[in-house]
């Protein structure tokens, strides 16, 4: 596949806390793998077709055991990978070291770095020793930007070559919206497959990923029993959807709030309560706000809320719940009355935030499960090996996942669980052609 | 709107099987009214705007309760309507009676009428009293066809006019693939709205709709108790998702096949068990088939399944259960054992076929309940309208319900469920597209 | 086991309609059977066994097909039967000419039979060819009542011999309350086991036997789309249970009303909205009764129903709906709009009642299904064997049925549907033991 | 009520571990407070009436802040309140203190206390300032035992006066057995209410309170989807139906196992799957085991589950889950993987052992919801007025709960929903009495 030979570092450049972790960090991405049973089975299959063999990875995201179970796949697939943190605050020491000491990875990382380590880790992941990466992976369009905006102020790291760059993959929804801006300006010279827009990660990764560790961090935060309790989700979409469907399955009765009517009707005939938010504001016991739009509960809603509400937000960014206004309504400053659950008075009324409005599932239990991050990982890897192999399919730009590669995983996923599907005789392929 | 004054027609040309049904026929028309409070609202609506005042329609439709609250709906609008019937074998004659008694329709139709008569209803409804229509109502294309093909043969009722035509909606996929074909022949000289290609009419006909009728039919044949038996459903798109939906809702644990990898393993992810067709027939007590493909459930599947297995086609066409196959399957000839439940004896082995592999909501049940077809005739009624109030939207050629019209109807739906739903604020319509 | 040698009737004495229905009877007795697995286990096993070797069975029983295999079960099993109807309208005439053909039972009854026709065949199965029963099977006690009581005027048949007889069985609430009141007065000189009163009878006939065949009923009679709308269930006892968890199921918001705190309770932490019934009267859309008490539902709740309301009674007896009330506050007399959908206009609103207010399961749809009489006929099966078998364990009086009997009955129903459950270890009993 | 003056003590003997903790233990409370409305019903009655005016309680239970509303309820009645820990480890220091300081309750307790501390806790408690107590509540029978058993060994503190007893009330199966065994010698002078004999504590605690918190658990330890999963509940009983409910509920599929046949048709006809455990074995990927009984997984079901399984008990003991087992089929030590989560490689599989095989609920997350504990608490206030206002109605011995006190708690606990039921009419409780 690729011209070089393949180099294994085996003194790895690095920079991670503290090399001795490196115990640990196993036993952890051990557990992760436990989880990540199709990624497994791409990590097997790569080691013996090693697709990515002798290319140069940089890759920038949450340093964490799922990443490592990625990580070892590429390294299985014959890659090189230099690795940043996507986020300071979510790199696990011990894994990075155990990605150094046991695969040779140039990991640089460390938790709670500072903004100048951050960058001068990113610097370092996307020079790949100074040759320039063959591939990105990026969770917010960082090394991208890093190697193509020509706009962005100069790297102190000085200028990376991009010679051999072919494409990169993208995680998340802001990410592929800056690149796409970048595209817009020309910038972008490369194909980046947006990973997360994907029908298996709407199903699985929104749907059923947020619904449950909504409800977890919800449950973490509080210890509050959720049957007979009334819990209102404002926003039905595939999130939404996700939560409606846990608080149901905790035997809570659920009403959802939605602006889109065909959302809502659908909202209705699953047997859900409908209303307005204003409505279900005097009615709510527990409130998950999931809409991706801002100030949706505000100080209206505040102020019809009854004692002992509880607030919580399952949304990506912290501006569902108007924190605004839930101080403006207050009698008084909050007062933290359990780990993240700071107590207002409104009205005389007590109402419970959690986790300041921040998404509760990752600020108040861990985030999506290890088997869903199996499936957007999976996603990463033959998105990855896709750039390589079928490279002149893709133009420069931000594409979605081929609709091949997406029914692969899903097809992978089930295999995992031990499921076997039926295939279409070729009679039924022209019978279903007929009429579509 | 129309350039023509508007005549009622007072005594309007007709062919019913008997007048004096008419009281019958207002009792069941009032019953199907109480069902359908979507068209209700349009109906006044119409009254008081008239959008249609002095229009022809020519309809060919079920001529059935619901339909004749769809009639009155389009006379309070201002038209003048002739109804043919799209089925004979489904004509209400007292519905029928009641329309021309009480509203002055032009109704066609005698229930178990032979192909000749048939053919002659759609003629005189196709006519308009021989100025041709300005409007089609189809179910199949059977009108369209008639007035624009100059493939068929000449109707032996002479050429209807064109001059004042508009356009026409077609209710059924098989009318639009129709239409689409003579369109791409170049004879659709005008727009037609496919209704049934909404998104609310996939989740209120095909999902709901479909979901309760199919369990209604299979009760209604066997009256089996399905709590703690395995319902095996094959095929897993939005009809399919109803049926799994509810059979799980009375008890049964339910076994999904589904040929595409995502639905399955959407379908896993909610909680079903997922299997190959050829394991769900030896552990199945109940097989409904909702694939829209044909011969799902082949002799190989017979031979596997249990003693007292139960067979349903809940798809529209009955080639997914295949005849051919279980006849050559069986020991001896079938005998009906309940009325619509015939018993095949398979190696042993008793089979019981509910209604010949017909679609069972309709053979063994009523089809549809009237809150289904409230929102597919508010789509007819709103997509006439729209034809006219904007017609220099549409060019010739079959299109979808615009999507205003679509989330029009969800709000009515909602609207007559006593539900008010939430908008967007100005500053999260413009959050929300920086971020689509 | 009998001290009489067994003679089989090979012409039995009988009165039905028509002998030649027998082939009729046969595939319908047929049907039943493949729903019926448990009583067939029993059958296999009494056939082996012949526990009921020789002796006079007389039984006053609905004649339908699943009572057909009820029958050929107590013949397997060595007895003579006699049998008459335990109601003229559900005598199923072709059923009956089949027992008398191919089983050589001794059948008395003829659908639609008038009052005198109708003693003469109790007579004449009580008195078993003149010899009296050794044992009887009752639907209301009538034959025990025949043969026991002294109070009742003299059978205008003449007395029957109880020299043999050994005991009964009683399937009804109804019939086990008169037999109570028998024994209070000195009448029961023999032991009566109470079939109904069993767990596996209240697990399986009311709540899923009753929750599924009321919705069922509901459907056949109005075919309404559930989804969406409000379902409002009075009565959260066994049967309310069921009735609620199968409109939930079908997509309903469903209201529960209970006047019992603690079933209250247990609804409101299920995820059901609880509420008083004037308060429910103005949110439901279909209003089941359930409760076995009267004037659940009177005229100051119908003065507060929705336009299109729906009152269905699922009890046992007709007055869960007060019917006197409903023509008290209704504009007029009451209009049929369907079969068994009587239209009420109360203050302007259409209020629809099904069936005239009788128990819908039975008046709408065909009451239990088979399935749910194979455990309520092993029960029978079983206690006839127990009276014989076990005869010194039951004194003369109304029992419940032994706690062993119907674990076993539970353990048949598993086995028939192909599930085997763990048991015990001798160490875990002797642990159970020790904290029970 | 009681003849000696009231006296709070003002100055409180008290033994805590720091009094400046009082204001976070406040806060504390205040959160538990508004989990716990149905106990602040009782108290704001008990502050009217004052039941418990002058009396002296002393309390041997779990010191934490749902406690802490229950003594402010007791306070609130009148009482002077002697508080000891149930558990050493339970104990809340910060609540400790506030009781102290805002209530003066006289607080013997301290977080990790050894062995000889917590004995003169509980014998400070029991003393009661030497007076001795009118009333008792126990978590385990400590308090009573001290009073009232002559066969253990003298309490080093001395013997405690008994004249003013009235009785008490005690928690836990454990305790109520220990005081019926006391009974049976002849010791126990009082009544005893056994509050977790109630039919509300059945629903609200076990299948409510274990359903949520046992998932609570299993996802804080391992944080897995279980959408998808195969969840095995060994046990149907009324905490497995709530373990049951939610793992389906959180869209698991759901295999029951279960010896009794009864219980396990109740669980087939709800639609999970019931099988022997060592089927479920083989086909589960996360095992809880809630039986109340021992060796329920043992060395043939480890054998055969597959790689990545999990195992968690959810019964009172650990003893449901065969350490020794585990153990002994493992190829080596235990690994933890992940705290709380040990890793057992057996015949190569990885299989997860969570919290040492402890009671998941508690040893993983917090064991029941405040709102559960509510119920619980309310049942001991109401349990302690009993015995005081209805003292002639018990004789000594350990006493179920009245059924209209257990009545009443759930109208509490509904009223606290804010729901309304309705109550029967004089006509209809002469109907109801009629048929029971």
């Not at 669980?417 to 579509?436: H, K, N, T």
Request: aromatic share 4%; net charge negative; glycine share 10%.
């Amino acid at each position: 596949m690729a011209t070089s030979a393949r180099r294994s570092p085996h003194r790895p450049d690095h920079d991670v806390a503290d090399r001795s972790l490196a115990g640990a960090g196993e036993d952890r991405i051990d557990w992760a793998d436990a989880q990540m049973p199709v990624v497994a089975q791409v990590r097997e299959r790569f080691a013996r077709e090693r697709p990515l063999d002798g290319l140069r990875i940089a890759a920038c995201l949450h340093v964490t055991a799922e990443t490592g179970n990625l990580v070892r796949t590429l390294r299985a697939g014959g890659a090189d990978v230099w690795l940043a943190a996507a986020n300071p605050l979510s790199t696990q020491d011990d894994v990075a070291a155990a990605l150094v000491v046991a695969d040779g990875v140039a990991v640089h990382a460390r938790r709670g770095a500072d903004r100048g380590t951050y960058l001068r880790h990113q610097h370092a992941a996307a020079s790949c020793g100074g040759a320039g990466p063959h591939l990105t992976m990026d969770d917010g369009g960082d090394l991208l930007a890093l190697l193509l905006d020509r706009d962005l102020p100069a790297s102190p790291g000085g200028p990376i070559p991009t010679t051999d760059l072919l494409g990169g993959t993208e995680e998340t929804t802001t990410g592929a919206l800056r690149l796409r801006l970048l595209a817009e300006r020309g910038g972008l010279t490369v194909p980046v497959l947006a990973v997360n827009e994907a029908d298996t990660h709407r199903v699985v990764e929104n749907r059923h990923g947020t619904g449950q560790s909504a409800l977890d961090g919800l449950l973490r935060a509080t210890n509050v029993l959720l049957a007979g309790r009334t819990v209102v989700v404002v926003g039905y979409g595939s999130c939404g959807r996700g939560v409606a469907a846990r608080a149901r399955g905790m035997g809570a009765a659920v009403i959802v709030c939605e602006v889109d009517p065909i959302r809502a009707l659908e909202a209705k005939l699953e047997g859900f309560d409908v209303a307005p938010a204003l409505e279900a504001a005097e009615r709510g016991d527990v409130f998950v706000t999931v809409t991706g739009n801002r100030d949706v509960l505000t100080r209206e809603h505040f102020e019809r809320m009854r004692d002992g509400a509880i607030l919580a937000n399952a949304g990506h960014f912290d501006v569902e719940i108007s924190l605004r206004d839930l101080a403006a309504a207050a009698d008084g400053p909050a007062v933290e009355v359990r780990p993240l659950v700071e107590r207002y008075v409104v009205g005389g009324r007590r109402l419970h935030l959690l986790a300041g409005g921040r998404v509760v599932n990752l600020a108040a239990a861990e985030g999506y499960p290890a088997s869903v991050m199996d499936l957007s990982f999976t996603n990463q890897a033959l998105a990855v090996e896709a750039l390589v192999v079928d490279r002149d399919r893709f133009a420069p730009g931000v594409h979605r996942v081929p609709p091949a590669m997406d029914a692969e995983m899903a097809r992978l996923k089930l295999s995992s669980l031990g499921i076997a599907i039926d295939a279409l005789s070729p009679e039924q392929e022209r019978y279903g052609r007929a009429w579509s």
